[in-house]
């Protein structure tokens, strides 16, 4: 089982979506159900909803960039170091996730606000597993687990 805990930071935030945790959680279940990645243990992640201004500041202090973005992931394990701990112990806390809603909002335009939100903390979700996108064969593997996650929570919850 999965546990989401949801800290809203940016009060914009609150126009989209009413209940966060209730709709993040509600996605979870649908996954935990679904994607091996998730059936092991009880895994909690913390997820900021936060503005420009603030993922600017973490971006700098702990990635050394001067901007904002749209997400940072904060993985509490590495990789292998993850395999381990998922064998030894019962819950695990993954890391924290911070999405900045000012770049959500600029792909309105594009795309629906749930389903920009969802594609981004699926995004995140999946680096706090360990995966990157540093080199394409692990942007190809990465892409593929975010798009049978995106399409197993938007086909079981139908984007509620």
């Known amino acids: 089982m999965t546990k989401i805990n949801v800290i809203i930071q940016d009060k914009n935030w609150k126009k989209y979506i009413k209940n966060y ?3 993040l959680n509600k996605k979870i279940k649908v996954l935990d159900t679904k994607i091996n990645l998730f059936r092991k243990n009880n895994l909690v992640v913390t997820i900021l909803l936060s503005g420009n201004q603030k993922i600017k500041y973490l971006n700098k202090y702990f990635r050394g960039n001067n901007k ?6 904060f993985p509490s394990y590495k990789g292998k170091q993850l395999e381990k701990i998922l064998k030894n112990k019962n819950q695990i806390y993954l890391g924290d996730i911070i999405i900045n ?10 795309h629906n606000f749930k ?3 969802d594609k981004l903390w699926i995004h995140g979700l999946i680096h706090l597993f360990g995966f990157s996108h540093k080199k394409d064969k692990d942007f190809i593997k ?19």
């Open 68 to 73: 904002a973005t749209d997400i940072l992931s």
């Open 115 to 117: 389903i920009t939100f």
């Open 142 to 160: 990465m892409s593929k687990i975010e798009k049978k996650c995106f399409n197993h929570i938007n086909h079981d919850t139908k984007n509620n």
């Open 101 to 110: 809603i000012s770049k959500i909002k600029k792909d309105l335009s594009k």
């Open 21 to 23: 945790s209730l709709y």
